[in-house]
């Protein structure tokens, strides 16, 4: 196969573009993709201070890479989730990966704050995954609130758009499908948040990774095990394999027509958000989950001693 | 015979009568974008051909999210 640019050996082969591209042009193909995506959403300006969620994994760091490289003003975060043997292997990479770029980091200790990933999944009888990305949510953006940041990007890319899209059909989520998009607006007590990579599937990031010599962190996490969204992923890159394109679609064809009827139905029967009692961040009950959460770890360790 | 490492998975594969990277990939049971191939710090689209000896990096791109 030849570079669709300048016809030399491709690397990397697109089909859902029709094209192909070596190593020299594909990363020309990625920075157009990520600019297009900031400036048809509106995203941000080179005027804002941008805080990028880095998990340490090909995605976020990409994007972080690609930002900085774009000129924009970007802080990394990167929340240690306190779980033996994989927590503290994404954290180096995440500070190695800073380091060698000289790009500013914050670090936010779960274990710190009195409630690693562990805990939770002893204490908790809930899948551990939802409980932990509603910690790393209410972090990211209570942070980026405090620290005055007029944006919060994640490294979420089209795969994960359109995972949790389908897994947002099959309940047929109208509060969630009312807001699912590549930015969601602020509000009282929420950052601006952005998707950047929004247009681009995980094997597109991963090229792009590859080739800008990023060092990732990609063991699976020991949690992880059997998630739906990871066998829902494999559902579609079957549907993408054999009808190219299709992903990018799906999610396009939401955003411009599926997306404002929920958006309609929420906003006539959706729960008002107010101050949290305890934290002080924005929640439809009296206190917010994840300060429920906290109360019921304590709650369940001082019991079992 | 082609030697694949695997990734994230950690593992050697001894891979017979393979001659070309989708050969590889379909052993494997992958679609060409579910990972990503490198032979000697190239990467490698999936009608490249292979020669006896290769050695391939496989790292399947899905993340848990």
Redesign the interface.
Known sequence: MKCTRCRKTAHVALPSHHSGFCADCYPLFFTKQVETAIRREKMFTRGDRILVALSGGKDSLALMLELKLQGYDVTGLHIDLGIPNSSDKARNKVENFCELNELPLRVFEMAAWGLPIPDIKEHIKRPVCAVCGKMKRHHFNRIAVEEGFDVLATGHNLDDEVARLFANTLRWDTAYLSDQGPVLPASDGFVRKVKPLFRLSEFETANYAFLKGIEIHSDPCPYAGGASFTSHKELWGELEHRSPGQKFQFYQSFLKKGKPAFAQVEKETGAELKPCTECGSPTSAEICSVCRIRAAVSESKAKAE | MIIVNL??DGKRIELNDTRSVLAVLNKLRL????A?V?RDG??????RKLSHGDELMV?K?????
């Open positions: 990734e994230p679609r060409s974008t579910m990503i490198v190239e990467l490698l689209t999936s009608d790292r791109v899905t993340s848990a999210g």
